[in-house]
């Protein structure tokens, strides 16, 4: 928070970044700000991995996000963990209306 806030935040890498960071914290205001960094970072990088990173990393910020409301999520990104051995294990439920085959294709994300 310090970064951006005196605005050390600048390319598009340094913003994905930030955001994976966000992607992981413990809020709601966390993850609205994962997924604003996110987006940002997608609309500044050019084709290739860090850009489909940027944009997979949105998708998961907004469907934490959904989550944290306690309604589904839009990508299906987000899996239960058990809480031993942390490993992931059932996707949490999706709302499989709310994003376009489309929009998880531009994602790359697996429907």
């Known amino acids: 928070m310090d970064l951006l806030k005196a605005g050390q935040v600048r390319t598009g ?4 970044n930030a955001a994976l960071i966000f992607q992981h914290g413990e809020s709601e205001d966390d993850y609205r700000l994962a997924y604003s960094l996110a987006w940002t970072a ?6 290739g991995t860090p850009k489909q990173f940027a944009g997979w990393l949105s998708a998961a910020a907004w469907d934490r996000l959904m989550i944290a409301k306690g309604k589904k999520q839009w ?6 963990r058990d809480p031993v051995t942390h490993k992931a294990g059932e996707r949490l439920p999706q709302d499989e209306d709310a994003v376009s085959r489309e929009e998880l294709e531009r994602f790359k994300i697996k429907y």
């Open 42 to 47: 997608y609309s500044m990088l050019e084709e």
């Open 13 to 16: 890498l340094d913003f994905s």
């Open 75 to 80: 990508y299906g990104t987000q899996y239960a």
